[in-house]
């Protein structure tokens, strides 16, 4: 994730020990009892990497609850995100001084079963999609982008957004997505100013399909 964020962003990605590591109580108590294992090690590399991402940040290490919406309780100051796939997880955290949001999506490098694709993919994305060179699965990296553009939008706004709310147009030359917020979103937002675009970075390695993007103060 390093190589998609600007540099007032800290990333932790998790090696093959921080999937069996221990939590903290406050943790803990976000994780239910009847957690099947795969859960359990995904949610404690999600919350080892935050912990050494805040670390790298300069900031002293505290617990990563998980409020009642799931999203991670970062400390006062500090906006973030944690992602997880099969055999790769990633936190990224930034001073809320210096951004407004951060959000960090991998996903496994593979088509999207057609199901997903019809709710994730609107009828432009598509005709754009088309139009892009073969080779990467371009309908997973437009889901990872949107998986991405949910973790900015919603603990700034707190509210829904849904697959056809967000526009997400990909250049792939550049590596980068731009997400348009529906209007109607936007109207009903309860905060002022909320973001009418997000944009970010993708990369497609092999297996993975990693995006961030990040929301700057204006
Ligand atoms: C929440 C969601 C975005 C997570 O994405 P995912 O690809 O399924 O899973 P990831 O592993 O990448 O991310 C999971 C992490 O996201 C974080 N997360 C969960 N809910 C969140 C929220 N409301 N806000 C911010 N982060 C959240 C958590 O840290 C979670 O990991 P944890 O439970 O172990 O702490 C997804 O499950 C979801 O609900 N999507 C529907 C909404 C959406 O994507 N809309 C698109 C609008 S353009």
Known sequence: MRDLLPSAVAVAVAGPADWSDDLLPAERAALSDRAVPSRRREFTAGRVCARRALAALGLPVTP????????????????????????????????????????????????????????????????????????????TVLFSAKEAVYKVWHPLVGTWLGFPDARVTLDPDAGTFRADIAPARLAAAPVSAPPASVTGRFAVDGALVRTAAVLLHR
């Open 64 to 139: 990563v609850p998980a409020g009642a919406d799931r999203a991670p309780i970062w400390p006062a100051g500090v906006v973030g995100a944690i992602t997880h796939t099969h055999g790769y997880c990633a936190a990224a955290v930034a001073r809320a001084a210096d951004l407004r949001a951060v959000g960090i999506d991998a996903e496994q490098h593979r088509p999207l079963p057609e199901g997903v694709r019809r709710k994730v993919c609107c009828p432009d994305e598509e005709a754009d999609l088309a139009r892009l060179p073969a080779g990467p699965q371009w309908p």
